[in-house]
Nanobody, 126 residues
Framework: VQLQASGGGLVQAGGSLRLSCAAS????????MGWFRQADGKEREFVVA????????NYADSVKGRFTISRDNSKNTVYLGMNTLKPEDTAVYYC????????????????????WGQGTQVTVSS
């Protein structure tokens, strides 16, 4: 599967953005999906994941209550709504897809994801 992330940009602190990740192919609903981010000079970190079905989600503590992941299997797309953005949210955001683990499985581990999008830059100014 190929993943194409979009929706990044420059926003002031407290603002909002919505990222999208479109997947190619006809087997999107066989993948659990995740978003990771990597800030300059830092390691890539987990943000949020969503299961194949029924929208089981798993959020990093740093974004819980501010970010919302969702997916539309009919459109082969996963979304990341980001509210109350902070300067520390500045990073390149990557969507990723993994298989296995059943319908309700999610993962925080980057090694569980087989496919990665190209990333989209999110910059939050103070």
């Amino acid at each position: 599967v190929q993943l194409q992330a979009s929706g990044g940009g420059l926003v002031q602190a407290g603002g909002s953005l919505r990222l999208s990740c479109a997947a190619s192919g006809r087997t999107f609903d066989t993948y659990f999906m995740g978003w990771f981010r990597q800030a300059d000079g830092k390691e890539r970190e987990f943000v949020v994941a969503i299961s194949r079905r029924d929208g089981i989600t798993n959020y990093a503590d740093s974004v819980k209550g501010r970010f919302t992941i969702s997916r539309d299997n009919s459109k082969n797309t996963v979304y990341l709504g980001m509210n109350t953005l902070k300067p520390e949210d500045t990073a390149v955001y990557y969507c990723a897809a993994g298989q296995g683990g059943g319908y309700y499985y999610t993962s925080r581990r980057s090694n569980d994801y087989y496919y990665w999008g190209q990333g989209t830059q999110v910059t939050v100014s103070s």
